[in-house]
């Protein structure tokens, strides 16, 4: 287990890990699309959806932003070349933030639609909250892709020497 957790966190992990986050945003935010259509008849499923991409940026922010106290933790850092770890750390916790928060959002736009309508009135809105639900989870997948360029720049360029 710690061999896996330790894999997770390297960079060749982060980079597997977000393209396979990428992908399956990209397959469910094709079927979201489509279901956006009919919310009245398709409302649970896209809540589902979105509950469940939203899980999963949560708990893939929360481990991006620890991704330095894991690395202490499992002994995980190589020697050569700290600086760039440092960076790659340093990634890891503003693209960690934004995938939580952006999770986290995406929840909240699927709640909203369960509340009541004598509490919140969302009747005729749905389709507006879940689009905005689909749109934080097409926003994750780009901030998810973004970093993975990062990642793979940084190990690029840091600590070259002349």
Same mark, same amino acid.
């Given at each position: 287990?710690?061999? !896996?957790?330790?894999? =997770?966190?390297?960079?060749?992990?982060? !980079?597997?890990?977000?393209?396979?986050?990428?992908?399956? =945003?990209?397959?469910?935010?094709?079927?979201?699309?489509?279901? !956006?259509?009919?919310?009245?008849?398709?409302?649970?499923?896209? &809540?589902?959806?979105?509950?469940?991409? &939203?899980?999963?940026?949560?708990?893939?922010?929360?481990?991006?932003?620890?991704?330095? %106290?894991?690395?202490?933790?499992?002994?995980?850092?190589?020697?050569?070349?700290?600086?760039?770890?440092? /960076?790659?750390?340093?990634?890891?916790?503003?693209?960690? /933030?934004?995938?939580?928060?952006?999770?986290?959002?995406?929840?909240?736009?699927?709640?909203?639609?369960?509340?009541?309508? %004598?509490?919140?009135?969302?009747?005729?809105?749905?389709?507006?909250?879940?689009?905005?639900?689909?749109?934080?989870?097409?926003?994750?997948?780009?901030? !998810?892709?973004?970093?993975?360029?990062? =990642?793979?720049?940084?190990?690029?360029?840091?600590?070259?020497?002349?």
């Amino acid at each position: 287990m710690k061999r !896996l957790l330790r894999y =997770i966190i390297s960079r060749q992990g982060l !980079l597997v890990v977000n393209f396979a986050i990428v992908a399956f =945003i990209a397959i469910v935010a094709v079927e979201s699309w489509e279901l !956006l259509t009919d919310t009245v008849h398709n409302a649970d499923e896209i &809540g589902e959806i979105l509950d469940a991409v &939203g899980i999963v940026l949560v708990a893939w922010g929360v481990a991006l932003e620890e991704r330095a %106290t894991l690395m202490n933790a499992f002994g995980a850092y190589k020697e050569g070349c700290p600086e760039s770890e440092a /960076m790659i750390d340093r990634e890891c916790h503003i693209y960690g /933030m934004a995938a939580l928060l952006l999770g986290l959002f995406m929840e909240v736009a699927v709640e909203l639609v369960k509340v009541p309508d %004598t509490v919140i009135n969302t009747f005729g809105i749905e389709h507006v909250l879940f689009g905005v639900g689909i749109l934080f989870m097409l926003v994750a997948a780009t901030l !998810l892709g973004r970093m993975n360029y990062e =990642i793979l720049r940084i190990a690029k360029t840091a600590c070259q020497t002349a």
